[in-house]
């Protein structure tokens, strides 16, 4: 890097450091707060970052690279968009507003482009670790897309999240040499200063993850003082000097500063900085390597002559470097004074007039500026796949199945369509074979970058591991399932190249990633995830085995589809459905669903159930009808006026709804039976998605609030609920993921489920336990029917 070009990109930096501390100030300061509470910001982070943040986007990074931002220094990135001429000028004075810039780095939310949204911190961290593994993905079946690398810039306080290392530790993320990530060392977190043994720990855990370590610790003035003769008793002290003593000297007096910088050093020390001045040594011990730009621009190029392993920098800074609050241990949330901004402005040359401004195209810095935009412009990439899903693969459906079993048979069987193949790709936290992904494994084996020899023939599972395998196999983290996941669904903006992504995991473990879960559909990822077993339907197992909650996160989560049904051949059409979705191909099917879903979440069991009841339904309807309603959410099972070898007076008997959902349908068959034979009429509904029926009621509730009309009764409901009558909700999940039933239709329910942790049994066991069983059901059914009066 030349002199001239430094000077330049400091010169960038002073002004974009400037808009990133205006425009927090302005959201607090200047614009009318009607709320009476703090809209907040981070001046202090965003300029412990600023230097980093330059440095990369001003000199290291081409147009296929990708990074992911520290959330506290968004102000800083967008003001260098804004000067890159990537963002418009009045999102500067719409931080933290509606349609404005966000809090956090938005890849769905924010007006310029972020390649990873980060915010929840550690998870901004990962992402780009999991895009990189996708990248080696991609590259090995798609062949070579042009070198990218995928870096994150992250906070040392960061590294205290438990999911950063269960992502270093990964076999699956071994060898990405196309990963940096940057620590922004300044030694702070919101609470307090970190204690120094923390980077000997740190860089030992990466070191023994395979990593490459870096420092950029000196800055220019430091070095010289370095090099000086006798100084190494100094630069002894200045590396061993704990954290806390050296974060204090920030609050120190000028005049105070050199007796607390000597607390507790070497003998020597003293004598070695008498020739330097207050001021000389205040300048000298506050210039660290994080805020030198030459210095971070070579180390970054350092890194990417290490191909065979990611790279870590641990980047010296001061949080708050370049304001007055530098250094204070309470500055986290910090703002500059009034008298401060002013004081700033006068320093930067600017005025009211032009304090939002960039630089001219005929400065120096303008010039920069175009060709760096220029060289950072992105190609479109495509977000389809051609290939035609089909809408079934005519699974058995007769006998007993589990959901569990034919969810591995439909993929196994859309697999052997060629076209589709290549974009499937599975991916399990050490599960894929007790989830029923071992067919699609043997038909297309397990990916690795290279060839591996197999030692053991085990010839029901053919784990053959190599560059042409579609199956990713991750440890046992569910955190890092599903940041996979997401970065796979997002491999067409990071990869250029669409995928179809499905997970399998066990579904009470659905919840330990739920975190990466929320972090990937806030992100925009489309995919597939199949929770199995679940529920305390999986009995032997016990209570810590069987989840009860997963469906009110699958049925609460924006962009996630609850899924549940309990028979092969309506699993069989929701999947297919699903995997087109995800590939981006068009559904003759409920248009005005599509746009919001984004993963769909499969709930299934391994208990076999008996298909007759779904063939009858089928012969009843017919599949054009029956498809249709399985996939808008719902359909009647069993009519129960038309039940055999039961003599029901229509105008007389009483009639109750037994509405369910999943592995339960066995027992509300068996008490719909006897029901009717006490003379009750009891219509059989099964509920295959759970999610979509709620959406549905939910779209014409709020299309009634928003234009002061009476709500139409939702379309999915209306075929099924043809009779009004009291409704009993059956799950074998928390009763109240399906209470709300009663409220769309307007009449009383009882609601069923596991409220209480499970323990070990039988199936029959548990049912009667939890009041799932028939009898229950069916007393169940008495109560809603007392109620309806």
Known sequence: MSEKDCAILEEIQSRALWLAVRMIDHANHDRVNNDGIKVGGHQASSASMSSILTSLYMYHLNAHDRVSVKPHSSPFFHSIQYLLGNLDKKYLTMLRSAGGLQSYPSRTKDPDVVDFSTGS?????????????????????????????????????????????????????????????????????????????????????????????????????????????????????????????????????????????????????????????????????????????????????????????????????????????????????????????????????????????????????????????????????????????????????????????????????????EAIRPYLVTTAPDVATSTNLGGFINRTGVFHPQELRRWNEDPVLKWAEGPTGQHIELGISEMNLFMLLGMLGLSHDHSDQPLIPIGTVYDPFVLRGLDAFIYSVYSGAKFVIAGTPSGVTLAPEGGAHQSTITPSVGMELPGVVLMEPAYAQALDWMLCDAIAHVAGNKSDTTPDLRPSELAFYFRLTTRPIDQTPFTQARERLGDALLRTQVLAGAYRLVDGRNTPGVSLEDSQAPVVHLVATGAVMPEVLLAAQELAQEGVIAHVVEVTSPGRLYGSWQRTLKQGIRTASTPSFPGALRPIFTERAPIVSVHDGASHAMSWLGSALGMPQVAMGVDTFGQSGTIADLYRIHDLDSGSIVNGALAALSLNV
């Open 121 to 417: 911190v550690g998870l901004g961290a990962a992402a780009p670790l999991f895009a990189g593994v996708t990248r080696r993905y991609v590259d090995a079946h798609f062949g070579a897309r042009p070198a990218s690398r995928f870096i994150a810039l992250i906070g040392d306080a960061e590294l205290d999240e438990g999911n950063i290392w269960e992502a270093v530790a990964d076999p699956a993320t071994d060898g990405l040499g196309n990963v940096m990530w940057v620590v922004d060392f300044n030694r702070q977190s919101l609470d307090r200063v970190i204690p120094g043994i923390r980077i000997a720990q740190w860089r030992a855990q990466f070191e023994a993850a395979g990593w490459h370590v870096a420092e950029v610790k000196y800055g220019s003035k430091l070095k010289k003082a370095f090099s000086a003769t006798g100084s190494e008793p100094f630069k002894k002290w200045f590396d061993d000097i704990p954290n806390e003593q050296y974060q204090s000297l920030y609050g120190q007096k000028l005049e105070d500063l050199r007796a607390r910088f000597l607390d507790g050093a070497p003998t020597g020390v003293a004598e070695h900085l008498k020739k330097y001045s207050d001021t000389e040594l205040f300048e000298i011990l506050s210039d660290l390597g994080g805020h030198n730009i030459e210095s971070l621009v070579e180390t970054f190029e350092s890194c990417d002559a290490v191909t065979d392993r990611p790279s870590v920098v641990f980047a010296y800074t001061v949080k708050g470097w370049g304001l007055p609050m530098a250094g204070d241990p309470r500055n986290h949330s910090a703002q500059m004074s009034t008298e401060q901004i002013d004081v700033m402005r006068s320093a930067m040359g600017l005025s009211f007039d032009n304090e939002w401004d960039g630089f001219d195209l005929d400065t120096a810095a303008g010039t920069y500026l175009a060709k760096r935009s220029a060289a950072l412009k992105r190609a479109s990439s495509s977000k389809e796949i051609s290939a035609v899903i089909p809408t079934t693969t005519n699974p058995k459906s007769t006998g007993m199945i589990s959901t569990q079993e034919v969810f591995g048979r439909v993929l196994t069987e859309i697999s052997r369509d």
